[in-house]
């Protein structure tokens, strides 16, 4: 089946009849997800308990040199 086909098959007054509902649930969702967030983030790299790094590009940096080292 083509992606043109599969757009034929979509019932578009059905989506369009639906999407200020989904507009709204998708505000509401960002605006819980926005108000649970914590307002600061650990600024730097330091180890957390067990030697565990809570900053997450430095987790991710980790993961990588570990990765290249195994390549």
């Known amino acids: 089946m083509s992606w043109i086909t599969a757009l034929k098959v979509v019932p578009w007054s ?3 009849a639906a999407a ?3 507009a709204r649930g998708a505000q509401q969702l ?3 997800v926005r108000s649970s967030t914590p ?3 650990p600024a730097s790299a330091e ?3 067990g030697g565990a790094v809570q900053d ?3 987790r991710i940096e980790q993961r990588l040199l570990a990765l ?3 390549v």
Do not use: H, Q
């Open 30 to 32: 960002w605006t819980k």
């Open 47 to 49: 180890a957390g308990p």
């Open 68 to 70: 290249e080292a195994r």
């Open 39 to 41: 307002a600061t983030a």
């Open 20 to 22: 200020p509902m989904i």
């Open 56 to 58: 997450p590009l430095a």
């Open 14 to 16: 059905d989506v369009v």
